[in-house]
Structure formats: C-alpha cells, structure tokens
C-alpha cells in the first residue's frame, strides 16, 4: 500500500522553544471522519461518548526533547480522575519509552490540541483509547522511517526499545533521529500491539502527578500568577432569578486599592490591587435586582413531582398493567451542589486583539469561543491554558466567569484574576437538580416481577448545556443527562417502562458527577430490594432471576454474583450489622455494591463497602480502584447527608459544615473492590460507581430497622 | 505595619497595610507559596491547614497579626523530594491524592496530629482529622496516616540504634 505523503508546515513545526527542545512534532492521523455524528450516534444509543476532538489534521501532541523526554499534550484535564496516568501508559506502550520519561501536560489552545466538546462524562480513558495509541504508533513508526534514513538500512530491520532504534551494532537514540529534521513523511497507521504485549496498560502505575500534588507544586488554577497582575471580582445577587439592572458605584470607586469599577449590561465588576480592597468595594456597590423570587423549598418540592411538566417514554416493553395488585412507592432526591474545594476562578490578560485565559476548566474549546464571542477576537487569538483541576465533578461544565475576567482585563490593560468566594459558590452551583420517582410493580405467582415502572422527574442536566448540541433534546427527546440510569435494567420482565418527565427549575441545574445515575439507582433498587422482600427471595438472587441472557445481561450478572460472594452476601442481621445490596449499569459499566452498615443512636454507620465493577480493560487497576473508593464516599456523602435548601428565594447552606458532608469519620474503614472485564476496551469508570450506594445504604437500614427511607439524604428520623 | 516571623526555617518579615489580613494571603501572594489553598476563607474546609509553632492552623481565619515571631510551616517546608516527611512519604506510599487540591492540608494536619500522638487509633483520626475532601480519598488517607505514624516510629527506632 502507497504511504500517504503529508508534508507537515514548518508553522506547525514551530509552536514551542525554549524548552530545550529540538522540534516540535506534530503528528495527525485519520481515525475519526465525522466525530460529530459518531459521538451523537453513540450518545443516544449507548450514552457514551466518542473523544471529539480532531484528530485529522496535524496538531500537537508531542514533543520529543533533547534528552530523549516526550512531552504529551492532552486535550482533557486532570481533575483527579487519573487518566493523565492512563495516557502516559498507553503513549509509552506504543512509542517503546520508559514511563518515566512521558511527561504529561495540559495542551494549550494554541497547540490546537483540544477536545472540542469537554472532560466529562467518565469518556477520557475510553474515548482516547484508540486514537492515542494510534497517534504514538504512528509517531514511533514516523521516528522508525526517519532512523533508517540516518542509519541507512531498512526500517524493517530495526528493533525499538527504551526510546532507542537499534540495527546491527547502532544505536539512535529518538531525540537524536530528530535532530535536523524539519520535514517528516507521516506514514500509515499501523497495527496496534496485542494487548498482552503491552508493559504499562493494565499496570497499577503510580499516579504521574502524585509528587506534584504531595509536595504542593503550584499546579491549579487558583495558583496562577503573571507580572502585574490586579484582582477581579464580580457582584452576584443572592436571590433566585434575580436580573441585573443597574449598579451605584459612587463609593466603591473611591475606596482604596481601587483600579476601576466596570459597569456592563449583564454585570458590575471590580479591579482592585488586591483580593481584599477588591472584595471591600465590592461590598460598597449599590445593585438594582429584578424579578426577585420569594420561593421556599416546599415550592421546588410541589412542582418537582411526577406528573407535572413534559413526558417522555424512554423504555417501553410489553402491555400496559391492571392496577389491580400494583405495588406503588415514592422517592426523592434533594438539590445537590458540587462543593468542589478549588473555587471556580481564572486569570485573564487581554492585550489589544489577544487574550490568554488560564482556567480550571472542564470546557477549553467553549471557553474560548465564549471570550472571542464577548471580546470580538478571533478563536485563535484567545489562548486557553488549563491547568489542573481542584475537583471537576462536572461543575466546570460551565466556566462563563472567564469572559467576566476578559471583560475587566481589557478595561484595566492589566492582568486580571477572579475567583469565586465560598458563599457564591454555593448559591450560584450549577446544581444536581432535585428528582421525584413513582415506582410501580407487580409480581405472578411464581414471585417474579410480571410488571416494573419508573416514573420520574428532573430538572435539566444536559438541556441548555452549551456542550448539548440543541437539535438532541429534539431528536431522542428527553435531556440526555437525567435520564441516565433510569433505565430498566431487567429485561427478563416481561413488561416494563421508564417515563421522563422533564420540569423547568427557576435555578440553574446541570452536570453533577454521574448526572441521573445516583438518584434513578436509589429510586429502582430500593423499590427492588421492596419486591424481593414481597417475594420472600434473597435480593440477589432476585435481581439475578430478571436479568437477560445479552451481553449487558450477562456483565450484569457476573458483577452481582461477584459483589455478593465477595461480601458474603446475607439477609442476616449479623452482630447488629446489616447488608444492602444493589447494582447499576452506566454507561455500558455495570457495578453491583454491598453496604455493610450499623445503627449507632440516630446515625447511620456504613463499616464496609464490597464493590464489583465491570469497565473492560482497567488500564490504571489503582487508579480504577480509587475511582471506586472515591464515587462511594462522595455518593454516600450525597445519598446520607447533602441537601440545598430555598428559603425566602434564597439557595442554602453557602458553607461547609451547615452543607453537611462525609467527612473522615463517616467513610467506610473498608472498600473490597473486584474488578472484572467483560469487554476488549477500556469503558467508562469515573461515574459508574457513583451509582448503588444510595440504594445499598437504604436497603441495608431497611434489615435493620424495617423503615424504607425513601428521601435522599437518608435520615432516621 | 512590619511583621516578623519564621516560615519553614527562615526569618522573614513582610510589610502589610492590614494587619488583620489573614495569614493564607500572605503566604500565598506575598511570599508565593502556593502550596496552601483557598476553600472556603471561613475554616470550615480545611484546605489552608498550616502549622504555627507546630499546630494545625487554618490560615483563611489566622491574622496576620497573631503570626508576629511565631514558627510557620506550610507544605513546602514539611519535606522535599529528596528528604520526604512521614506523612508525604506515606502518602506516595498509598497514592493518596486525586485531584489534589485539599491534600496539602490534609498532610498538615495530620503531620501536627502525629506530634502530638505518635500513633493514633482510628478514633483519634476520626475526632481530629476534620477536613473536607471532595474526591473522597478518606479511605487511602487514613491507611496513609497509619502508615506515616509506622514510618515515624521506624525512623526514630533507626536513630536510636544508629
């Protein structure tokens, strides 16, 4: 087969210097020829998301240094999920380079390198999975032509090894084939290595950023500096709903420290010196809301209930049931925030027509287009740098307060930072709307489910996402984020439904870590838990006795019985401790959880969690593992203790403590994770086993006490 | 005004116009140590732990002020890379962090719990390890801090013998 020829610009060859490096390689190649459509198609089919970022023409992805190092530009962020560690394993398996000498970065916008839609959506891993290794072997194979050149012999006789060609007795080192070379022959892409050939993937490999992070390196958004530079900061209204209509700025702008006030359409911003003589005028301006709101949480609970607004049937297989004999039960789910501990916050510098942003952001390409649009710039002259992220958890879905920041910078010619402060944090979240669930069900006379349906209400996720192409919502009709986990996923049922029911919150909802997942898992396996115990059979065998014989099916069982015999599984009361099971599937991972738990006075005590996970190959086992241990303490911390309130138009607790959390004491002393693999390819991990717990908690109390709780957080009295 | 203190070994003295600026700022924007974070400024979270005169302070609520001749250690004065504290080399040890942000408080914390109880059970952890972490790495961290007190107790075994 020809070699497609591409002769890569001496443009692109020059973004970087300074580093010590000797050129800069771009390397492109042809895998994904529509990525929209693809990523769409799979999302409505399978809610899993395809990488979106280009991977068909040249950009930076990475350099190779004087000393034989590879610098990896990423187009997603680390924001704790690991996958910086999973990349650098899947680069140094395919390149043939020691993992120690990956060096893995945040691609720059300027490099081109950007995924076009986000992180998010546990899709890091699984979605780079192809296109990286063929990116690398497509490097090393480009680095292999280049070497035989230099050594003159046939690219086919050479063996690669530690970032080093060898022929006969020569040796060339990557860095060294590089060396001079300013035009490169991109070749084919070729065959991928057997799995069990790879070194790193599949490997427990300690975190590439743990020394940063244990020796406090300056590495997060919150940390970034630049000469010159002054503090931003912007007021924000404390009511629901309220629009901005004019400020008095008379005696913010004499206080001292005071750069210049900046009053716009849509917002009052001030630049000051410093953080504080920033956050002190602040307090002085005088703003003009409209449309205050006087809503309690009992107005958000009364609209946020099945019945009211848009349906839409998401599943539907078999009859419609008599009511005659149907078992009918309730559940909810509170106003969720983020409570990510590094505030949302940017630095901004904006000179004539360009402007560099760096952000924690889990939107670099959104974020860019927002500030172009804003400032009237071109995309190319807004430089975003991510940095790493104090927490994502889907919060920096929406990062507008960079355009805030590009707006004072520009006005002040200086640098400008803003962050957010803790209270604005809370009352301005993008939150993890409140949920309703009707459970309906009914069992033959064998005690097996003849009928099951889930009923159930939210408010947006993924609609009016700025991610969420508008034309979706109207094409597969319901929002693409509540919906997840509130499938049945019991498909020997002969007949069962999901129903949608989509309402209008007057407050901003969005992406919440694993979205639907957790409230839809508490609602359907609590209720399931009810019917096995109305069957008299064993939950688990329940579960197992109404799963398909697919390949869903059959991940599915092989998670549940793994979890089950792992734990030791029983209905018995045990020493005052009890056992909860349940299990979900999310985006095409299923994971079944057993919750060990205790009552201690009024308090729920969870001492061990046995989690059984199927999410293909685990490139990073460890890191996988803490994805798990992490989705279950801050899925117990959602499930148990967290809630919002609205009172008098105003959204609360604005501070840790009164938003209650799980801290040290409430995480279990025990997390027994197994991990299987059903599939050929990594999946998706950072959600899925944010699922189960809520409802394994509950059911496990339910032994104890004989009380389902049926509202999140759960609470004894 | 001038304040005067030793930060991770060294004197050093900073000129500040409110001496009821909180310690967190000037650590972090006058003398650029940006190791301790901000989280809530109202020391409810715990990502701004430091130790002054050897106990855990959250620095958002510290003034200044109060720091005057004092003794201050901040992350980048626990260990280096080259000569890890217990607490940083346990904490490798059982790949703690995940995002990371809060982490540098958490082994502030826990490095003045360690002081003051060498080898603390994990109800003592439970009563004074009270930060918050979003990631939930609760579960690796409480294993690193029992592993930080063995390496402690070993290190000193070592120094007697030796």
């Given at each position: 087969?020809?070699?497609?020829?591409?002769?890569?610009?001496?443009?692109?060859?020059?973004?970087?210097?300074g580093?010590?490096t000797?050129?800069?390689?771009?390397?492109g190649?042809?895998?994904f020829?529509?990525?929209?459509?693809?990523?769409?198609?799979?999302?409505?089919?399978?809610?899993?998301?395809?990488?979106?970022?280009?991977?068909?023409h040249p950009m930076?992805?990475?350099?190779?240094?004087?000393?034989?190092?590879?610098?990896?530009?990423?187009p997603?962020?680390?924001?704790?999920?690991?996958?910086?560690t999973?990349?650098?394993?899947?680069a140094?398996d395919?390149?043939?380079?020691?993992?120690n000498?990956?060096e893995v970065?945040?691609?720059?916008?300027?490099t081109?390198?950007?995924d076009?839609?986000?992180?998010?959506?546990?899709?890091?891993?699984?979605?780079?999975?192809?296109?990286l290794?063929?990116?690398?072997?497509?490097?090393?194979?480009m680095?292999?032509?280049?070497?035989a050149?230099?050594?003159?012999?046939?690219?086919?006789?050479?063996?690669?090894k530690?970032?080093?060609?060898?022929?006969n007795s020569?040796?060339?080192?990557?860095?060294?084939?590089?060396?001079?070379?300013?035009?490169?022959?991109?070749?084919?892409t070729?065959i991928l290595?057997?799995?069990?050939?790879?070194?790193?993937?599949?490997k427990p490999?300690?975190?590439?950023?743990?020394?940063?992070?244990?020796?406090?390196e300056p590495?997060?958004?919150?940390?970034?500096?630049?000469?010159?530079m002054?503090?931003?900061?912007v007021?924000?209204?404390?009511?629901?709903?309220?629009?901005?209509i004019?400020?008095?700025?008379?005696?913010?702008?004499?206080?001292?420290g005071?750069?210049?006030?900046?009053?716009?359409?849509?917002?009052?911003?001030?630049?000051?010196?410093?953080?504080?003589?920033?956050?002190?005028?602040k307090?002085a301006i005088?703003?003009?809301?409209?449309?205050?709101?006087?809503?309690?949480t009992?107005?958000?609970?009364s609209?946020?209930?099945?019945?009211?607004?848009?349906?839409?049937i998401?599943q539907?297989?078999?009859?419609?049931?008599?009511?005659?004999?149907?078992?009918?039960?309730?559940?909810r789910?509170?106003?969720?925030?983020?409570?990510?501990?590094?505030?949302n916050?940017v630095?901004?510098?904006?000179?004539?027509?360009?402007?560099?942003?760096?952000?924690?952001?889990?939107?670099?390409?959104i974020?860019?287009?927002e500030?172009?649009d804003?400032?009237?710039?071109?995309?190319?002259d807004?430089?975003?740098?991510?940095?790493?992220?104090?927490?994502?958890?889907?919060?920096?879905?929406?990062?507008?307060?960079?355009?805030?920041?590009?707006?004072m910078?520009?006005?002040?010619?200086k640098?400008?930072?803003?962050?957010?402060?803790?209270?604005e944090?809370?009352?301005?979240?993008?939150?993890?709307?409140?949920?309703h669930?009707?459970?309906?069900?009914?069992?033959?006379?064998?005690?097996?489910l003849e009928?099951?349906?889930?009923?159930f209400?939210?408010?947006?996720?993924?609609?009016?996402?700025?991610?969420?192409?508008?034309?979706?919502?109207?094409?597969i009709?319901?929002d693409?984020?509540?919906?997840?986990?509130?499938?049945?996923?019991?498909?020997?049922?002969?007949?069962?439904?999901?129903?949608?029911?989509?309402?209008?919150?007057?407050f901003a909802?969005?992406?919440?870590?694993s979205?639907?997942l957790l409230?839809?898992?508490f609602?359907?396996?609590s209720?399931m838990?009810?019917?096995?115990?109305?069957?008299?059979?064993?939950?688990?065998?329940?579960?197992?006795?109404?799963?398909?014989?697919?390949?869903a099916?059959?991940?599915?069982?092989?998670?549940?019985?793994?979890?089950?015999?792992?734990?030791?599984?029983?209905?018995?009361?045990?020493?005052?401790?009890?056992?909860g099971?349940?299990?979900?599937?999310?985006?095409?991972?299923?994971?079944?959880?057993v919750?060990?738990?205790?009552?201690?006075?009024?308090?729920?005590?969870?001492?061990?969690?046995?989690?059984?996970?199927d999410p293909?190959?685990?490139?990073n086992?460890d890191?996988?593992?803490?994805?798990?241990?992490?989705?279950v303490?801050?899925?117990?911390?959602?499930?148990?203790?967290?809630?919002?309130?609205?009172?008098?138009g105003?959204?609360?607790?604005?501070?840790?403590?009164?938003?209650?959390?799980a801290l040290?004491?409430?995480?279990?002393?025990e997390?027994?994770?197994?991990?299987?693999?059903?599939?050929?390819?990594?999946?998706?991990?950072?959600?899925?086993?944010?699922?189960?717990?809520?409802?394994?908690?509950?059911?496990?109390?339910?032994?104890?006490?004989?009380?389902?709780?049926?509202?999140?957080?759960?609470?004894?009295? | 005004?001038k304040?005067?203190?030793f930060?991770?070994?060294?004197?050093?003295?900073?000129?500040?116009?409110?001496?009821?600026?909180?310690?967190?700022w000037?650590?972090?924007?006058?003398?650029?140590?940006?190791?301790?974070?901000?989280g809530?400024?109202?020391?409810a979270?715990?990502?701004?732990?430091?130790?002054?005169d050897g106990?855990?302070?959250r620095?958002?609520?510290?003034?200044?002020?109060?720091?005057?001749?004092?003794?201050?250690?901040?992350?980048?004065?626990?260990?280096?890379?080259?000569?890890?504290?217990?607490?940083?080399?346990?904490?490798?040890?059982?790949?703690?962090p995940?995002?990371?942000?809060c982490?540098?408080?958490?082994?502030?914390a826990?490095?003045?719990?360690?002081?003051?109880?060498p080898?603390?059970?994990d109800e003592?952890?439970?009563?004074?390890?009270?930060?918050?972490?979003?990631c939930?790495?609760?579960?690796r961290?409480?294993?690193?801090?029992?592993?930080?007190?063995?390496?402690?107790?070993?290190?000193?075994?070592?120094e007697?013998?030796?």
């Open positions: 087969m020809a070699k497609e020829k591409k002769k890569v610009s001496r443009r692109k060859f020059l973004v970087r210097g580093l010590g000797v050129g800069v390689l771009a390397v190649s042809y895998i020829r529509n990525p929209i459509r693809r990523s769409l198609l799979a999302m409505a089919n399978t809610l899993d998301v395809a990488y979106m970022g280009d991977t068909s930076l992805w990475f350099e190779l240094t004087k000393d034989n190092r590879i610098i990896l530009h990423s997603k962020v680390e924001m704790g999920q690991g996958s910086f999973s990349m650098a394993q899947m140094a395919e390149l043939e380079i020691a993992i000498k990956i970065v945040h691609a720059a916008t300027a081109g390198n950007i076009g839609m986000s992180t998010g959506g546990s899709t890091s891993v699984s979605g780079l999975w192809q296109p290794r063929e990116i690398a072997a497509t490097f090393r194979e680095l292999k032509n280049e070497a050149n230099k050594m003159g012999v046939e690219a086919s006789t050479l063996t690669v530690h970032g080093t060609f060898t022929a020569k040796q060339l080192t990557f860095a060294e084939v590089a060396e001079g070379v300013t035009e490169w022959e991109i070749p084919d070729p290595k057997d799995i069990k050939d790879y070194k790193y993937i599949g490999i300690p975190r590439v950023d743990l020394n940063a992070k244990v020796y406090g590495i997060f958004g919150m940390d970034a500096t630049m000469p010159n002054l503090f931003g900061t007021v924000r209204p404390t009511k629901i709903g309220a629009k901005f004019s400020a008095d700025v008379s005696k913010a702008e004499t206080m001292p005071v750069v210049k006030v900046i009053q716009e359409d849509d917002f009052v911003g001030v630049v000051a010196h410093s953080l504080i003589e920033a956050e002190n005028a307090k005088v703003v003009t809301w409209d449309s205050l709101t006087n809503l309690q009992e107005d958000i609970t609209v946020m209930t099945v019945g009211n607004g848009k349906s839409t998401i539907k297989e078999g009859d419609e049931v008599d009511e005659d004999g149907l078992v009918s039960m309730e559940f789910s509170p106003i969720g925030a983020h409570a990510q501990i590094e505030p916050g630095l901004a510098s904006v000179e004539g027509t360009t402007a560099t942003i760096i952000i924690s952001t889990q939107v670099i390409g974020t860019r287009r500030v172009a804003r400032l009237g710039l071109e995309e190319e807004v430089n975003v740098i991510p940095t790493y992220l104090g927490g994502g958890f889907g919060r920096r879905l929406h990062t507008p307060h960079a355009v805030q920041a590009a707006v910078s520009k006005a002040v010619g640098p400008v930072k803003y962050f957010f402060s803790r209270k944090e809370f009352q301005h979240d993008m939150f993890r709307p409140p949920t669930h009707v459970m309906k069900g009914k069992l033959n006379a064998n005690g097996l009928h099951l349906e889930h009923h209400v939210s408010g947006d996720v993924g609609n009016n996402s700025a991610m969420i192409p508008s034309m979706l919502p109207t094409i009709g319901a693409v984020g509540a919906i997840r986990g509130g499938f049945i996923q019991y498909g020997k049922i002969p007949n069962y439904r999901s129903v949608y029911w989509h309402v209008d919150l007057p909802t969005s992406w919440w870590r979205l639907g409230a839809n898992t609602a359907i396996e209720f838990d009810e019917m096995a115990l109305r069957a008299q059979k064993n939950p688990v065998e329940f579960r197992l006795a109404h799963i398909q014989d697919d390949e099916g059959t991940r599915l069982r092989q998670v549940i019985r793994a979890a089950a015999d792992k734990a030791g599984y029983t209905d018995e009361v045990i020493n005052g401790r009890a056992m099971f349940a299990a979900s599937t999310d985006a095409n991972t299923p994971c079944a959880q919750a060990e738990v205790s009552i201690e006075g009024n308090e729920i005590r969870v001492h061990k969690v046995t989690l059984a996970m293909g190959i685990s490139v086992p890191q996988v593992k803490a994805q798990c241990e992490g989705c303490i801050m899925g117990m911390s959602a499930a148990m203790f967290e809630q919002m309130h609205v009172s008098d105003e959204l609360s607790p604005t501070i840790y403590g009164p938003y209650n959390m040290m004491k409430h995480a279990p002393k997390i027994d994770v197994v991990l299987l693999q059903g599939t050929d390819k990594p999946g998706a991990v950072g959600e899925p086993p944010l699922g189960p717990i809520g409802a394994a908690v509950a059911n496990a109390v339910f032994r104890l006490t004989g009380k389902r709780l049926q509202n999140m957080p759960l609470q004894l009295s | 005004m304040i005067s203190f930060i991770n070994g060294t004197s050093q003295s900073v000129e500040i116009a409110d001496e009821n600026t909180p310690l967190l000037v650590v972090r924007d006058i003398l650029d140590l940006k190791g301790t974070k901000f809530c400024g109202k020391a979270c715990g990502a701004c732990t430091i130790q002054v106990a855990a302070v620095s958002c609520s510290y003034a200044v002020k109060f720091a005057e001749g004092k003794r201050i250690t901040t992350i980048e004065g626990l260990g280096t890379k080259d000569n890890p504290h217990p607490v940083q080399q346990a904490w490798i040890e059982e790949i703690v995940q995002c990371g942000y982490q540098p408080g958490f082994m502030m826990t490095a003045a719990l360690l002081e003051q109880n080898k603390p059970t003592d952890i439970d009563k004074d390890i009270i930060n918050v972490c979003r939930g790495t609760y579960y961290m409480r294993k690193a801090i029992h592993r930080a007190a063995e390496i402690t107790q070993t290190n000193l075994n070592t007697e013998n030796g």
